[in-house]
């Protein structure tokens, strides 16, 4: 089974059109992590920026909202696989702690053979890197991890090619 990260972007689709290709006919799971608002709020340090807890956080139904986007997006995701040549389910997760944890604890619970995900082309010296998600998972995995890069990261590394081996002599 392979684990699918997903999260809308242009290149998490990328990257199930590409594992549909490699892997047809597999079956997936397409993961899909979200946070509450108060863990959003806590991670990107607005708490302190003014922001005051008082009784219940999410009186207002915000994370309600937040997990049903969750869900909506890993619908997506399931079309997308399913067109893509898949056999895909949906997964939603909470973030616990680090995404790059929580994917792999996912990816363990499910004993998935491989765990895929995108990444992106920040452009110039970045697009070099790979997204900080993606090499966090890959660095810490205890199980294969097919990272894809975008098709602009693509793109950009054929140019950069292009010029390069005519530059160094070689054709």
Known sequence: MILICYDGSK???AAIDRVGELMPGSDATV???WETILETLTRTGSLGMGFAMVGDFDDDGTDAAIEKAAHDTAAVGVQLATAAGLVA???IANRQDDIADDILAVARA????VV???TRG???VKSLMLGSVSHAVLHHADRPVLVIPSPALVEER???VEHALP???IS
């Not at 499910?110 to 053979?113: F, G, H, N, P, T």
Request: charged share 20%; glycine share 12%; no cysteine.
């Open 110 to 113: 499910l004993d998935a053979q």
């Open 31 to 33: 993961l899909v992590i």
């Open 116 to 118: 895929v995900l995108g």
């Open 122 to 124: 920040l452009g110039s």
């Open 11 to 13: 290149d998490a689709q």
């Open 89 to 91: 389910e949906a997964r």
């Open 167 to 169: 530059a160094a002599g």
């Open 158 to 160: 054929q140019r950069w």
